[in-house]
């Protein structure tokens, strides 16, 4: 499939979703961001109305324009409509739309190259900081020198980019499918991206041209399952990339599933290796994006013996943490009140379950009461399994100077320039605190 093909694909599939709203109002009613985005007087059909104007000219009213860039992709809008419509593919093409309108190729293409570029520095320093060679070759982002397959595997894990950069947490899905006898391969990183930051930046000619590159890669299994652990991946393939190239192509290359869905569905076989009693109160960091995921992740935490679950009366919004930040108020207030309330119920952990959600608030526990851990270190430790989280204990140093003094060996064995490191520890683990530590160093 060509670039052209790609496009045209997904032009003729906003049309059709566009010519299937009715303009009812009901994902806007339904959505958990109107209020905090100051939308909360609005007309709920006037606002849809005017997303449609910004597919189909590129502008449309100010409320319309607010909502859609507001948007922390919940999911909730999709629930509520009844017409087949995905309303949070139409906010997703209405901001494309927007960027194409305002900005020449030119520009929004170097925007979506220095994004890229990013990505690629921050990933490759902050999981070089905390990975063995060996570990490294394990994530598969040592091409060339992982072992050749005989042939190929049953499923192909996929991290995605972000999750290396807390790299316990995907060496921990390893661990634990291994454990399992899961037949897999690991593909990631920047080099299978899925072509987020070229559609965050308006670039669809160059998200095609990625798109068909990671397919082509990620479809080599038996069983044509991928396992994706990260949702903006999740949901970046399964509403934008595949079903436009199944419109392209008549074809679906792959099933995309959760990872965490994935290892629910192996509870049967995963029960009898969680031997360990794991003694926690613990309360679960929840995002509803994609759905079953939370309940997955609760699931198998109460399948843990020992973990005593309680519930938080925080709202549940958004994708993941990283898609709170429209609204950067209202997510440091829901993460403060999230924060009390786990203080309150007397947890001994908070426990996350994606990458972002870890990498935001794991320094938080110097100075609250109970841990910070993500759903898989609970399961592991009930296996017999761990992987140190060199992240969070990098993260809580919060000192640049020390956290380089912590990682010199891996730096001088990986070859990383220092003043890269710095800069990259600086603006990608540092600065990536949406609500200040309590205190200073």
Not at 23 to 43: H, N, Q, R, Y
Not at 92 to 119: H, I, Y
């Amino acid at each position: 499939m060509d670039n052209a093909g790609f496009e045209a694909a997904l032009d003729t599939r906003i049309h059709d979703m566009v010519d299937a709203c009715t303009k009812c109002g009901a994902c806007f009613t339904a959505c958990p961001i109107a209020e905090p985005a100051g939308l909360g007087g609005a007309d709920p059909k006037a606002v849809v109305s005017g997303v449609l104007d910004i597919l189909r000219l590129g502008k449309g009213s100010e409320d319309s324009e607010k909502w859609a860039k507001a948007c922390m992709a919940s999911g909730e809008c999709i629930k509520a409509c009844d017409y087949g419509v995905n309303p949070r593919f139409l906010l997703t093409m209405a901001r494309l739309a927007m960027l194409r309108a305002s900005k020449d190729l030119p520009e929004r293409r170097k925007a979506g190259v220095t994004q890229f570029r990013k990505v690629g520095e921050d990933v490759g320093v902050l999981s070089r900081l905390q990975l063995s060679e060996g570990d490294l070759i394990r994530l598969g982002q040592k091409p060339g020198k992982e072992a050749p397959r005989a042939e190929l595997p049953d499923v192909v894990f996929y991290t995605g980019c972000n999750v290396l950069k807390t790299p316990h947490i995907a060496l921990l899905c390893l661990d634990i499918m291994d454990e399992i006898g899961v037949d897999y391969q690991v593909m990631g990183g920047p080099t299978h991206c899925c072509g987020t930051a070229q559609l965050r930046a308006g670039d669809i000619d160059t998200l095609g041209r990625f798109a068909n590159n990671t397919i082509n890669k990620l479809s080599q299994s038996k069983t044509g399952q991928v396992l994706a652990w990260c949702p903006s991946c999740v949901m970046q393939f399964g509403e934008t990339v595949l079903p436009t190239v199944e419109r392209a192509t008549g074809r679906m290359p792959f099933d995309m599933t959760p990872f965490m869905r994935f290892l629910h569905g192996k509870l049967d076989a995963l029960r009898p290796h969680l031997q360990d009693r794991v003694e926690m109160t613990v309360a679960l960091h929840k995002h509803p994006g994609v759905p079953g995921v939370m309940e997955a992740a609760e699931e198998l935490l109460r399948a843990v013996p020992g973990i005593r679950i309680v519930k938080l009366d925080v709202p549940a919004v958004g994708l993941q943490s990283v898609n709170l930040a429209t609204l950067p108020k209202f997510k440091a207030e829901l993460q403060l009140k999230e924060l009390e309330a786990a203080k309150a119920a007397g947890v001994d952990a908070l426990i996350a379950v994606y990458h972002s959600d870890h990498r935001e608030l794991c320094a938080h526990e110097r100075d609250w009461p109970f841990k910070i851990m993500n759903v898989l270190e609970a399961v592991g430790e009930s296996m017999g399994l761990r992987q140190d989280d060199h992240y969070k204990s990098l993260k809580i140093k919060q000192d640049v100077d020390a956290i380089i003094a912590d990682s010199g060996d891996l730096l001088k064995q990986h070859g990383i320039n220092l003043d890269t490191a710095r800069k990259v520890i600086v603006n990608g683990m540092l600065a990536d605190q949406p609500l200040p530590l309590r205190r200073a160093t």
